[in-house]
């Protein structure tokens, strides 16, 4: 019995392979759809905790099955439905290689380059004086390049995305504009909350001659929020942000002398621990949906997501 899921093995019908990444693994299905399963890991500084967390993978997977519905009239999205708690069944499509990071304001690793000197964050200019989780007069996109497993992903400019062929001019454009829009609507949603959606980023492929969004969105993996109310008032005494992210994770691991260097050995984490990032996940579902988590059965996850899952695909 296990009441996280750290890894899965399953064989589906019509299953033709199957990827495995920090946090998800992505079953394709007959070469057209694809099963994707959250998995309860969790990664920081490039690199997969040691331990599941309980109802990650729910809270991560609903979330982003919520703001994929809520912005389809934007944009096209992969999925299709979501037959278990942890898992999202959608159409697969041909991902570009480059990962869309949305910025509203000066905070996380771009504050920590900013710290260091830099005044430019991949090709946009960013000027003196700014302090940190201080607001951008506008968001800003910082792409990146999709590094491979196990490596780090890189910086690059909108020019370079393009003069390189990574994607081309006419589809970047769009992307660039999608991005934009989905980013305003989940700040929309978010402030409805009280929260303000800080940063994200967003994730495209091309079917057909279709760009989709495509993975999850909005999620606390791939966001970052502050609590709205109490923004200013930090801010102008340079307090830290209540925030609802990942970022407390990596800060726990920073204040115990890990950042994914060589030769760095990953902190125990205790049980108080983990279930305190599971608290912050169901926190931030709770906030951020304006709805009540319903905890899933967790008396054997594995065995529940194979259940929900072939019951689904027989339905094809």
């Known amino acids: 019995m296990s ?48 331990r599941g967390i309980p109802y990650k993978g729910q809270v991560l997977n609903q979330i982003a099955a919520k703001f994929l519905d809520a912005t389809n009239d ?10 278990d708690p942890t898992a999202t069944f959608g159409r697969k499509c041909e991902p570009y290689p480059v990962e869309m990071i949305v910025r509203a304001y000066l905070t996380g690793s771009s504050w920590r380059t900013y710290k260091a000197g830099a005044r430019e964050i991949c090709g946009i200019k960013i000027p003196d004086g700014m302090k940190e989780h201080q607001r951008f007069k506008e968001p800003i996109i910082t792409p990146t390049t999709k590094a491979e497993q196990g490596k780090h992903d890189e910086d690059i400019s909108r020019s370079e995305i393009i003069s390189t062929g990574l994607i081309s001019e006419e589809d970047y454009i769009l992307i660039e504009k999608y991005t934009m829009d989905v980013f305003r609507r989940g700040s929309e949603i978010a402030l409805q909350h009280g929260l303000i959606l ?3 980023k967003y994730e495209f492929g091309k079917k057909d001659g279709k760009i989709y969004l495509i993975d ?7 966001s970052r929020y502050f609590y709205a109310d109490k923004y200013q008032e930090h801010f102008e005494k340079g ?15 920073m ?10 050995k990953v902190p125990e984490m ?11 996940y169901i926190e931030l579902y709770e906030k951020i949906t304006g709805e009540k988590f319903i905890r899933a059965d967790i008396s054997n996850v594995p065995e529940r997501i194979e259940k929900n899952c072939r019951a689904f695909l027989k339905l094809l």
């Open 255 to 264: 204040d115990n002398g890990f950042q994914g260097k060589a030769g760095q």
């Open 270 to 280: 205790t049980d108080v621990f983990v279930n305190q990032i599971s608290e912050r």
């Open 198 to 200: 800080v940063d994200t």
């Open 3 to 50: 009441k996280t899921i750290l890894s899965s093995n399953y064989n589906f019908p019509q299953q033709k392979s199957v990827y495995k990444g920090k946090v998800r693994d992505v079953y394709n299905i007959d070469d057209k759809y694809l099963l994707m399963i959250v998995s309860d890991r969790i990664s920081a500084f490039d690199l997969v905790l040691p």
């Open 216 to 222: 999850e969105i909005n999620t606390p993996d791939s």
């Open 239 to 253: 307090l830290p942000q209540k925030q609802l992210s990942k970022e407390f994770v990596r800060e726990w691991l």
């Open 74 to 83: 934007i944009v096209p999205n992969w999925k299709i439905a979501t037959p």
